[in-house]
């Protein structure tokens, strides 16, 4: 054990419970790329926002984040910074639209795709900073499985996997789910479908997710529910404006507001999200000794 992970340690010893208790957690992932992760976290960060919470996004497409650009924001400083021990984990923060906070994982830069244990060691240090001054802290990674989204996932109290209704992107997020449960037992899954045509269509995805864990994993999973296929996505990207700003009332927003007020209404089991939030980014120190 370093002395880094004592310090880890340490501070969150001193943390306050209650509000560090404050501060959920969830990494957004997906089995197969470009089914729409970047802009369900970026759009869904914003209603949560919007609703009166305060948001954090960590674009962990680490060099090649992307949320920035779907904001239209172009931000200062970035993981890279972080990691080069030039700026603090508070000063790598960029504000956006509502004052929704986010951290770039930086784009294009090559030593970011290497990172060391030091690297992510130090990383969970300063991110636990953050514990208590959110109300939620979102993960956006890259599509597959990695060490890196792995710890993420572990230092979270949910992942939420991101699917579409297309045969290959439902058995990538299964094969997903395995490998991940299959590593620790303890991560909770929640799925979204996006660019559904029919609520119907939803529904069959989930179910048929939700069957294939239930039965081969024994593995309960929830929905939190589901997107509508919309060209307003598109052209939103194309303005790099949040869809939820440039067309507030198209059906994906709509279905965005619906999806995080359920999000929301959802009781959250308070033993373990104690439990979890204690130890949140220890875990991922731990898992890296
Ligand atoms: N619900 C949707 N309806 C129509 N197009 C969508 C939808 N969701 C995503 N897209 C399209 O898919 C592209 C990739 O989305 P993105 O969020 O960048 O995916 P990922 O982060 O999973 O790679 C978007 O630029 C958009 O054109
Ligand atoms: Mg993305």
Redesign the pocket.
Known sequence: MNDQAQGLRNLIKSQNDSSDNKTKVLTIT?G???????????NFALALQLKGYKVLIFDA?IGMA?IDV?MGVTPKYNLYHLLKREKNIKEIITKGVHDLQIISGGSGIQELLHLSQTDLEYFAYEASKLLGSVDFILF?T??GLTQQSLNLMMSSHETIV?T?PEPTSITDAYAIIKMVHSMNQQIQFKMVV???TTQKEGTLTSDKIKMVAKQFLNLDISTLGY????????KA?KKQEPFLMAYPNCS?SRDIHSLSRFFLSEKDDQNRLNTNVKNIFYKMIRMLK
């Open positions: 997906s197969k790329g470009g089914v729409g992760k970047s802009n369900f976290t970026l497409d992307n779907l956006d890259g599509a991101v579409t996006n660019r559904v997107i509508s296929e919309d060209v307003h996505i598109s990207v994906a």
